[in-house]
């Protein structure tokens, strides 16, 4: 469970936009004949495939943390939104690079990222300061 919401979040959410975001001009899948046949089937489960990363992601979010602020546990918090910020920031660029394979505005990826990260350190450690019992980490 921990792994698929943590280090496999990227290669399964890559493989299923992947699936499901189908052009000649994509290198990713231009070999194949995009919404005919057998990839209307793969595009199906890819879809019920990013459904499932999203709903482990948010029960993780929900139910896996410890509200004791005086524990040395790792899972330690008031509450553990932050992990949906972090899982938004991990597929931002998976978005960007199906849209934008080749990297031709380079720039527009670091300001998308730059916006992203700064979204979430600006919820988290201005608006929300208060989400963190243990700094220990």
């Not at 000649?24 to 194949?32: D, E, K, R, V």
């Not at 929900?62 to 005086?70: D, G, V």
Request: charged share 5%.
């Amino acid at each position: 469970m921990i792994f698929y919401t943590t280090v496999l979040t990227i290669p399964i959410f890559q493989t299923s936009i992947t699936a499901i975001y189908c052009t000649a001009l994509n290198p990713f899948t231009n070999t194949q004949q995009c919404y005919t046949g057998s990839q209307v089937i793969i595009m199906i489960l890819a879809i019920f495939n990013m459904l499932w990363l999203v709903t482990t992601n948010v029960y993780y979010t929900l139910y896996y943390f410890i509200r004791n602020p005086f524990s040395a546990n790792f899972l330690t918090c008031s509450s553990n939104w932050w992990s949906l910020g972090k899982f938004a920031i991990k597929i931002t660029p998976m978005i960007y690079f199906m849209y934008d394979p080749l990297i031709q505005y380079p720039m527009l990826f670091l300001i998308i990222m730059a916006a992203s990260y700064g979204g979430y350190l600006g919820v988290f450690r201005l608006i929300f300061p208060y989400y963190r019992y243990n700094f220990r980490l």
